[in-house]
Structures are given as structure tokens and as C-alpha cells.
């Protein structure tokens, strides 16, 4: 089992839908990640969260939700979203939030919004 | 200026040659340095880390570190068809920061 499982993998939805993507890590990490990857740009930090708080919030537009019910869990809720919300979610976790903290990635969910 | 600068590349070596990977950053005060590679449709994975001035050495993959200069590389050697992917040099600060990454290609 990888370390940071992310579901689903692909996902369409239509701009008045709801959904929520998940991300589970089993690697003892006190701190998860959602990262927003588009074609040709860096990746994007959205919410970082330490022991099931929120500690960073990248100016993301509210059709985005974070949620980190416990350290091992950290779901993205989706809203309204746009067209140009298509990309690639990619959940991370890392031993502490900052520091000498290597992240691990989960295989990202595939975002497409019609 | 951006936070962390890399060159898109594409960036071509022929198999057992030497790729160097370069990546600058703005924040003297950061203290950690990652190099990560992405396949093409796949997540990022973790192939380097460095804290410390100098060179660090991990089988084919050596990552170097001039924080005077606010840079870092990272040198493949002997390189072959599978390295071919983008490689993203990431700075930590309270999460880390990518850069755009730089797409490499090893010719056969």
C-alpha cells in the first residue's frame, strides 16, 4: 500500500456539482497538503494543514473547502467550480509542516470541469 | 522575481552523458532544498534532498548547494531513457515551493 493514497484518480464534473476528493496517508505525518498542478505552471500550494489545523490558506478561492478531520485524512470539497479548475490535485505529507520536511506525494486526482 | 526559477528546458543529453539541472531561489533565509522527478501523467517523487553547503552524493544522482549564491543543482550521471522527465527543484519555507520545473530528455 503506497504512502499517500488519493481518490479518485479521474474525475468529471459539471460546474453545479458537488464532489469532494480524498487523500489518506499512512506514513505517521503531522502534516497534509493540497497542491494544484496546471499545464505549464509551477505547482500551486492551496491549504496546508499541522495536526489537523488549518495553517496556510493561499488566497483560494471559496468553491475550494478544505477538511482535516484527523492527521491521517485531509478531504478537498468542490463547488461551483470553473472551467478553469481543470488540473491535477495532488495531496501531500510531510513529518512537520516546515523545516527539513520532505513531502510525499499521493498520485493526484485528475480534475475535469465541463 | 519568482520564488524558485528553473529553466523549462527542454533540456536533450545522449544516454551516459552527464545532465545538470539548475534551479534558483529567492529567499536567502531558506534552509532545505528537494529535488523531486515527474513522469509524464504521474505525481511528483522525492529523489534528493539537501541542507547543507556543498555536494551530496546518492548513486547516479548528485545534488550541490551555494546558499551565498542562492542556488542548487542537481547532476546525473550516466544518463539513461528512463530519466527522461521534468525535474522540479522545490525550496522549503512553511510548505514547499516549485519551481516550474525543467523537462529533461536522454536520447537513446
Known amino acids: 500500500e503506497t504512502g499517500v493514497t488519493q481518490t479518485p484518480r479521474h474525475l468529471v464534473m459539471g460546474m453545479t456539482n458537488k464532489k469532494s476528493l480524498k487523500c489518506e496517508q499512512h506514513l505517521g505525518h503531522n502534516a497534509m497538503y493540497w497542491y494544484k498542478q496546471s499545464a505549464k505552471k509551477p505547482l500551486e500550494l492551496m491549504f496546508v494543514y499541522s495536526l489537523e489545523e488549518r495553517v496556510e490558506n493561499n488566497s483560494v478561492p471559496s468553491r475550494f473547502s478544505p477538511e482535516c478531520p484527523n492527521s491521517s485524512h485531509l478531504f478537498l470539497h468542490l463547488h461551483t467550480l470553473q472551467p478553469e479548475d481543470s488540473a491535477l490535485y495532488l495531496c501531500?505529507?510531510?513529518?512537520?509542516?516546515?523545516?527539513?520536511?520532505?513531502?510525499?506525494f499521493g498520485q493526484g486526482t485528475r480534475l475535469t470541469v465541463v | 522575481q519568482k520564488e524558485v526559477e528553473q529553466n523549462s528546458g527542454p533540456l536533450s543529453v545522449p544516454e551516459g552523458a552527464i545532465a545538470s539541472l539548475n534551479c534558483t531561489y529567492s529567499d536567502r533565509g531558506s534552509q532545505s532544498f528537494f529535488w523531486y522527478r515527474q513522469y509524464s501523467g504521474k505525481s511528483p517523487e522525492l529523489i534528493m534532498s539537501?541542507?547543507?553547503?556543498g555536494d551530496k552524493e546518492d548513486g547516479r544522482f548528485t545534488a550541490q548547494l551555494n546558499k551565498a549564491s542562492q542556488y542548487v543543482s542537481l547532476l546525473i550521471r550516466d544518463s539513461q531513457p528512463s530519466d527522461s522527465a521534468t525535474y522540479l527543484c522545490?525550496?522549503?519555507?512553511?510548505?514547499?515551493?516549485f519551481g516550474s520545473g525543467t523537462r529533461l530528455q536522454v536520447q537513446p
Open positions: 522545490a525550496v522549503d519555507r512553511r510548505a514547499l515551493t
Open positions: 501531500a505529507s510531510s513529518p512537520e509542516p516546515q523545516g527539513k520536511a520532505e513531502a510525499f
Open positions: 539537501i541542507y547543507s553547503n
